[in-house]
């Protein structure tokens, strides 16, 4: 028989979720626990296009298309991060003044 490594983030998420199932209040916890990981879905959607959109911008977007995020080197990388950095900021001081 084998016995495969459980990672322990797994263990600790799947003891919250028996806790969030069985206490009094499972249905409160629950609809919060569902509206945080649709939030958190929709965050790294709008995440994963600004990347896209800042690669095409920088020039890099065939060589993702082509190799993945991987084969882009950590200068590029860390270029398109700065960049998505700057823009998030400038969101949110846009938001902040309206």
Avoid: C
Avoid at 20 to 49: C, D, G, V
């Amino acid at each position: 028989m084998r016995h495969f490594k459980i990672p322990r983030l797994h263990i600790i998420l799947a003891l919250h979720m028996h806790k969030i199932l069985h206490s009094p209040y499972a249905t409160i916890e629950r609809r919060w626990y569902r509206e945080m990981r649709k939030s958190a879905k929709k965050i790294n959607e709008a995440n994963e296009k600004l990347k896209y959109e800042i690669a095409e911008e920088l020039g890099l977007l065939e060589k993702v298309n082509e190799n993945g995020w991987k084969g882009l080197t950590a200068k590029e990388t860390g270029r398109i991060g700065g960049i998505m950095t700057r823009r998030k900021k400038m969101e949110k001081q846009k938001d902040q003044q309206a």
